[in-house]
């Protein structure tokens, strides 16, 4: 049985090459940019004006003149115009291209004005105030993204900006979410007494999807055969295999003998966890990653995230940027396990996090999940964690 940092070690290492794709750039959220984007101009791409008021020669105003006849008006759109007279002043908008001959503007706040005549009422003002200049913000062929980054709609807005309506992005990854079980039905089923719907899949693969993982669910009977030919097939076609149940002491816990002879490797079987004690994980020889969860449902929910995700995150070539949370209470925890204690967190206004257990009924307690934000990490090695102490958090939310 090995550690939980051993067992992350090594999902870690398992890397899946992710081919590139061409997506619409309003589809893209979420997906890993592929490509640099560079500017394909200045920004902004001319002088634009920031306020609604007048535009005029600096160098009038500083030789003294306060009132200006007013040329004309300048609407953002507008092709671009100049001042004929240096005593006089054109009317401006925000989103203007800075008229020729002026290089300061002030704002219709600032202003008094009466029969086509502008008073500025202040008596300082800067020269190319209220002026976006040319260029400042980013110069042509400047780079503005840099491949490899998650799209958010900051990079979609980019995207817009520079005229690029199809992004190259990494491709989704496919995993195959299988449920194991003779006594699992379907959910729009009444069960009969012995029968339970199965609810694991549909939680991993909700999951799973808001990652950015392309899923389809399936469901195994507990029997060799038939095991076997489904897995066989799903090998090949999927990159990853997420199964639920069938990996602990059993009768009919046929996955690991199933999956050692379908030729899959075995990297691990049974982690120092609790919940999720008996999780196997192996790889095919094409590399196809196997997790075998257990079936519990709290369990095979707290491996996803404990280990999936990151690995996932891994793959998709991101940083993984561990959160970590403040015990809330003392407790209490013999075995020699990490312990992944269902927490409710709290942003205090001081700006700590705090995690308070919030503890159900084990790990066949699935309703509590829906009380609680994640999962707080207590390292093995101890029987008494203290209100105060700092661990690992795992948050689902
Ligand atoms: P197993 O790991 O196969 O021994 O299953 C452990 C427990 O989890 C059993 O009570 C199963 O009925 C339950 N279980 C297994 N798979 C699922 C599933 N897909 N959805 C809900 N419960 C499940
Ligand atoms: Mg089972």
Redesign the pocket.
Same mark, same amino acid.
């Given at each position: 049985m090995i550690s939980v940092e051993e067992a992350y070690k090594i999902i870690l290492a398992q890397a899946i090459k992710l081919d590139t794709i061409n997506s619409p750039f309003v589809e893209s959220y979420g997906k890993i940019l592929d490509e640099d984007l560079f500017a394909d101009r200045d920004f902004p791409p001319f002088d634009r004006v920031m306020m609604d008021g007048i535009a005029f020669d600096y160098l009038t105003f500083q030789s003294g003149q306060r009132r200006f006849k007013i040329e004309g008006i300048v609407a953002a759109g507008a092709e671009t115009q100049s001042l004929k007279e240096r005593q006089n002043c054109l009317e401006v908008m925000t989103g203007a291209v800075l008229p020729g001959n002026t290089d300061a503007v002030v704002r219709y706040e600032d202003l008094e004005i009466e029969n086509g005549v502008a008073t500025i009422k202040l008596d300082n003002i800067n020269q190319r105030q209220n002026i976006h200049a040319k260029g400042s913000d980013r110069k042509e062929k400047d780079l503005l993204v840099a491949k490899g980054k998650k799209i958010s709609s900051a990079e979609i807005a980019i995207a817009a900006t520079v005229g690029i309506s199809n992004l190259k992005v990494k491709r989704n990854l496919k995993v195959a979410v299988i449920?194991? %079980?003779d006594?699992?039905v379907e959910v729009d089923v009444k069960p009969k007494a012995y029968q339970?719907?199965? @609810?694991?899949?549909f939680c991993i693969e909700s999951y799973l999807q808001n990652l950015g993982v392309e899923t389809q669910s399936f469901h195994l009977l !507990?029997d060799k055969k038939s095991m076997q030919e489904k897995l066989r097939k799903l090998k090949n076609e999927f990159d990853a295999l997420i199964l639920? /149940? %069938?990996?602990?002491m %059993?009768k009919f !816990?046929y996955v690991p003998q199933v999956l050692e002879e379908l030729g899959f490797e075995k990297l691990f079987h049974k982690v120092k966890q609790r919940p999720g004690k008996?999780f196997w994980f192996g790889k095919s020889l094409e590399g196809t990653c196997v997790f075998g969860l257990? %079936?519990?449902?709290v @369990? @095979?929910f707290a491996c996803t995230v404990r280990y999936i995700n990151p690995w996932l995150t891994k793959v998709q070539g991101l940083p993984i940027k561990p959160s970590y949370a403040i015990l809330n209470e003392d407790f209490k925890f013999k075995p020699d396990l990490s312990y992944f204690i269902q927490v409710k967190v709290e942003c205090t206004p001081g700006g700590f996090i705090l995690a308070s257990p919030y503890n159900g009924n084990g790990s /066949?307690d699935?309703a509590n999940l829906s009380e609680v934000d994640g999962f707080l990490e207590l390292e093995r090695g101890k029987n008494l964690y203290v209100k105060g102490e700092v661990f690992r958090y795992w948050g689902f939310r």
């Open positions: 449920a194991t %079980g006594e699992l339970i719907r199965k @609810s694991n899949v !507990d639920s /149940g %069938g990996v602990s %059993g !816990d008996p257990p %079936g519990n449902p @369990s @095979s /066949g699935f």
